[in-house]
């Protein structure tokens, strides 16, 4: 392996940086694991937890406290595990949430971690978008992102084709019929579909299937992005027991 | 008026930075606006939006470039307006938010921001909690926060004295009821309460009403603040439909 770079878009390979993140990424895909950076002043039950199970899936590891510093940005970074990327299928029968553009990397990882809480484990995302591998979103993310499916696409099309037995329902701020509504009809299998911060869907979304509104007052724009997820995605839940678990 | 510093938590007045937070405060309460600083760069339909807002109301401008990116933290904030800040009572019959020692600013603003939205205008916070008008909070609140009542408590035996007609619902890792039953049997007024960031309400607070858990997979630890919030208010606001307007 060459000398360990800072993150960019372009590596193979990316960080879990600090313990809790790593120790999602060795519970839920250990075999993307290739080593574990420590520093020196790594100490604690969830630092040794960690070395544990690296050493039982046989990822190498080093001291790296220079790199550790570098990667994460941070003086207080004591331990990373490096991973390769990867992209997953998503699992045909299963509810997904498809995000158009998402461009923000907090959101991104909030809406991560907002997921796998209630049950949603199928992500699709359309790009341009923010880079789902950044560090900065996995630890975002809580490394939910480790426990997830999600691919990519380049075009919204691109999903249409693959899962065209899945029920759109694109939010929109004038979506047609309100989130309570569409819950109490909802045909499975689906699709939550979300635009991008600023602006939202394009008006052809409203085409693709059902429009849903979540209504709210005048007196805002709209709904953050993250909190518009977590309201669509537990009223769907709830809609839908069995897949909460 | 002495010159204008950094803001720190314990100076009288705070202020709106960015043009869209400095229209929220004009518009929700111009008697607060103290001064309109502008950038000699500032230019366009919402800065004079702005400018006309602040003449109507003999609110002064003046150029104030270096004072824009002290306060701002950023090289392209072309507008603040600097206010007086205040305390508002809650209202007594008024569905009210209560966060228990929220420490994060983000999530304080988009807090806000998703209250006012699902109708919910009347928040308590207990300290020690972020600044609710610090300019990070504010930014973050979009705004929100000048179109709210918010009432700051040192104890929540306090609020609690100060309203004990409302009924109290705990949101808990480890809640007695699941939330969507929560909502089938509420009774008005009611308070929804949250904890801190890391670690929740302590214990006794099951003992102070109904609390309520929001159903979530084992896959995670707890949810978002922000983002239980959003689904917490949601729902009651969904049980209480005349309160989203």
């Known amino acids: ?19 809790f993140p790593s120790l999602a990424l060795m519970t839920a895909a250990p075999q993307r694991a290739m080593r574990l950076l420590l520093s020196e002043r790594a100490a604690g039950d969830g630092v040794e937890k960690l070395r544990a199970i690296c050493r039982e899936n046989h990822v190498r590891e080093e001291y790296a406290d220079k790199a550790l510093t570098r990667l994460s940005g941070k003086q207080n970074c004591y331990a990373a595990v490096v991973f390769e990327k990867w992209q997953a299928a998503l699992m045909a029968n299963q509810p997904h949430v498809v995000l158009v553009n998402p461009m923000d990397e907090g959101n991104l990882g909030t809406i991560q971690r907002t997921l796998l809480g209630l049950g949603f484990q199928d992500i699709a995302i359309i790009r341009p978008a923010a880079d789902l591998f950044d560090p900065k979103v996995v630890r975002a993310s809580m490394g939910a992102v480790f426990s997830l499916r999600v691919k990519q696409y380049d075009r919204f099309a691109d999903y249409r084709a693959e899962h ?3 029920a759109l329902y694109p939010f929109m701020l004038d979506g047609a019929v309100l989130l309570e509504q569409a819950v109490q009809t909802l045909r499975k299998p689906y699709s939550l579909v979300f635009g991008t911060e600023g602006s939202g869907l ?44």
């Open 1 to 19: 392996m060459p000398p360990l770079k800072a993150y960019s878009n372009d590596l193979p390979y990316s960080y879990a940086a600090g313990v």
């Open 202 to 245: 394009p008006p052809e979304y409203a085409t693709f299937g059902q429009a849903v509104r979540i209504p709210h007052s005048q007196a805002i724009d709209s709904l953050n992005l993250a909190v518009a997820v977590a309201i669509g995605a537990y009223a769907f839940a709830q809609g839908n027991p069995k897949e909460v678990g």
């Open 164 to 166: 065209s037995n899945h």
